[in-house]
């Protein structure tokens, strides 16, 4: 397939040097455009935070590649209002080292850097691999991640929504779309000493049990099955909002 004047932009939270951000550069230098603006080190669990209290310095790192000491959001926003010289036609954030499913959504700053994207309503897809081994092998979920850049259209993501697509390691079943899957909680906070006896905290994540509900980005990827979620910038609980103004309306 002959390369696509296309241009995509690339962002992360692990930092400009991961090894998932590599293997997801490389998969799509042969098909469109690509200019990376990353994180200059590791941002996970940042969520969408914005830096407004000390400069952001850039620095190049090679042709069309940069690393923002910023956070994922920062990066999208630097890159769309400074860097580049077009809007990119997509913005992609990852591929993260681990799962981003169902609450940790929140959490996330892979997410958060495809999120600030559709802010500006761009198509945008944030890829996580499931898997938190040192030797992950990302290639798989880069050949994913080009292959959604091949067949995607402007039809499949209307404008204020992204997706966020995680890829189970080893064998893959096919592809489905689901909705976010919850977890009963999140982490847990550990005591520990330090060398002069004094006490410091360690948030960490514990072994709570994910609600096993089926269509869910959790079941998918237990059944080897990569998990496309459509998520929306609008947080707006409809429902409870027609509730709400049913009962607020005047009675007769």
């Known amino acids: ?24 550069e490389e998969a799509l230098r042969s098909l469109v455009n690509v200019v990376v603006v990353a994180p200059y080190e590791e941002k996970s669990a940042v969520s969408h935070g914005v830096t407004i209290h000390h400069p952001l310095r850039l620095v190049e790192m090679g042709e069309d590649r940069y690393a923002l000491t ?23 954030s990852g591929i993260n080292a681990g799962p981003n499913l169902g609450d940790d959504i929140h959490y996330s700053g892979t ?29 798989p979920a880069a050949a994913i991640a080009r292959q959604l850049v091949e067949e995607m259209s402007p039809e499949m993501m209307p404008a204020g929504t992204f997706w966020n697509v995680n890829v189970p390691a080893g064998k893959l079943c096919g592809f489905k779309f689901t909705r976010q899957g919850s977890r009963l909680s999140w982490g847990n906070v550990e005591e520990k000493e330090d060398p002069r006896g004094r006490k410091y905290y360690w948030i960490g994540r514990d072994d709570a049990q994910w609600s096993p509900q089926p269509d869910t980005d959790y079941q998918a990827v237990e059944d080897h099955l990569v998990s496309i979620t459509p998520l929306q910038h609008d947080h707006t609980d409809y429902r409870s909002l027609r509730q709400l103004l049913e009962q607020s309306e005047p009675k007769s």
């Open 111 to 139: 997410v958060a850097g495809a999120r600030e994207a559709s802010f500006h309503l761009i198509p945008s897809i944030a890829v996580s691999l499931v898997s938190l081994r040192d030797g992950a092998d990302f290639e």
């Open 1 to 24: 397939m002959a390369k696509s004047d296309r241009l995509v932009l690339l962002t992360n939270d692990d930092g400009f040097g991961s090894r998932g951000l590599v293997a997801l």
């Open 70 to 92: 910023g956070t994922p959001a920062d990066c999208v926003i630097f890159a769309l209002t400074k860097l580049l010289p077009r809007t990119p036609n997509l913005v992609i």
